[in-house]
T-cell receptor, first 115, second 114 residues
């Protein structure tokens, strides 16, 4: 069974702290994504990666960075957390391209609260 | 750029009744279209997708959706709702010029009453 695992389900951090959100997929997918989910706004793409060490900005990359050193792992980094980054963060992976399969596989989410 | 509108924020339906969730998209050409479902505390799961061909698409859990180009719509339907269908539903659109990016709607929360 395919699996995307987000290591932290719930995190509480203080303003200014550095935050790491980790995501691991076991499907050997080329593409991985970080989305932010907020009520009334749906999912917004922060960053995605189509290969190891490759990354592309999504719609809302400000205040975030990412790292993909291994194919199976994609990390989201908040260099200095702020209260407006309190949100649910969803990681997803995709085999090949949307045109081929179209199916994103999602993790269960990491709920981050910044105080 | 593509975008998606889900006009209904919240829908309440009785168990056994039919359900229709609306989705309108904005895109210059024929898009890729998707419906995802998110059960409480879970990640999103693909219900169905439209790429081309037959405009009526069947998905998992008894759901179907119909692509209507003239109305720029991709509405999701289920003839008889079960209590386990209570969840949040997201419509998404993909671009044929960008093979990696999906744009999601704001979501519709479905409540099922006994």
């Amino acid at each position: 069974d395919v699996k995307v695992t987000q290591s932290s389900r719930y995190l509480v951090k203080r303003t200014g702290e550095k935050v790491f959100l980790e995501c691991v997929q076991d499907m050997d997918h080329e593409n991985m994504f970080w989305y932010r989910q907020d009520p009334g706004l749906g999912l917004r793409l922060i960053y995605f990666s189509y290969d190891v060490k490759m990354k592309e900005k999504g719609d809302i990359p400000e205040g975030y960075s990412v790292s993909r050193e291994k194919k199976e792992r994609f990390s989201l980094i908040l260099e200095s957390a702020s209260t407006n980054q309190t949100s649910m963060y969803l990681c997803a992976s995709l085999r090949n391209r949307i045109a081929n399969t179209g199916e994103l596989f999602f993790g269960e989410g990491s709920r981050l609260t910044v105080l | 750029a593509q975008s998606v509108t889900q006009p209904d924020i919240h829908i309440t339906v009785s168990e056994g009744a039919s359900l229709e969730l609306r989705c309108n998209y904005s895109y210059g050409a024929t898009p890729y279209l998707f419906w995802y479902v998110q059960s409480p505390g879970q990640g999103l799961q693909l219900l169905l997708k439209y790429f081309s061909g037959d405009t009526l698409v069947q998905g998992i859990k008894g759901f179907e959706a119909e692509f209507k180009r003239s109305q720029s719509s991709f509405n999701l339907r289920k003839p008889s709702v079960h209590w386990s269908d209570a969840a949040e539903y997201f419509c998404a659109v993909g671009s044929r010029s960008n093979d990696y990016k999906l744009s999601f709607g704001a979501g519709t929360t479905v409540t099922v009453r006994a």
